[in-house]
């Protein structure tokens, strides 16, 4: 019997921040791993500028979802246009992950459950009731939830329920 093989694996461009950056988002989340560091030989070093022997890509669990970190250079930046989804149930989750993937970020970026990392990367952070709360049929109801959520930068879970009251 085969493992299974992830099909899709996020793969994250790093100027030269891809261990640190794997190292934090394991330090971050539960059930989280590098499961593989490579570093570069002399023809990847050369193609890529980086130095030979220097990380080129460390592979990464979180929650049994693999992602790869390499260091690429500058030639491309992380930009907001992808993002990933914490899902949450408690506001204990939503304050653990905001608080910890918000240190050292751009607050410039948060709003609505989003936030940009130290990195620069896109997370939202948000209560799996979220769908449920603007789109229950309801128009007048999801309307309240809407205003609620368009003032928080950080998800109050409770407000939105009294939102949707």
């Known amino acids: 019997m085969s493992a299974r093989v992830q099909r899709i694996t996020p793969f994250l461009w790093f100027d030269r921040e891809a261990e640190a950056a794997a190292t934090f988002y394991v330090s971050v989340f539960d059930h989280a791993r590098i499961t593989r560091t490579v570093r570069y030989g002399k023809a990847g070093a050369h193609a890529s500028g980086q130095t030979e022997g220097a990380v080129m890509t460390v592979a ?19 930009g907001p246009a992808v993002s990933f989804v914490v899902n949450c149930v408690t506001q204990a989750e939503i304050d653990h992950y905001w608080t910890r993937l918000a240190e050292g970020g751009d607050e410039r970026a948060q709003q609505c459950g989003w936030l940009k990392d130290r990195f620069g990367v896109s997370w939202q952070i ?18 309240r939830v809407m205003e609620a959520l368009l003032q928080m ?4 879970l409770a407000a939105l329920q009294r939102a949707a009251a």
């Open 60 to 78: 990464f669990e979180l929650d049994g979802q693999s992602f790869v970190a390499l260091n690429g250079g500058p030639a491309f930046q992380i």
């Open 126 to 143: 948000v209560p799996v009731q979220l769908p449920t709360l603007v789109d229950d049929g309801d128009p007048a109801r999801a309307q």
């Open 153 to 156: 930068k950080k998800i109050d």
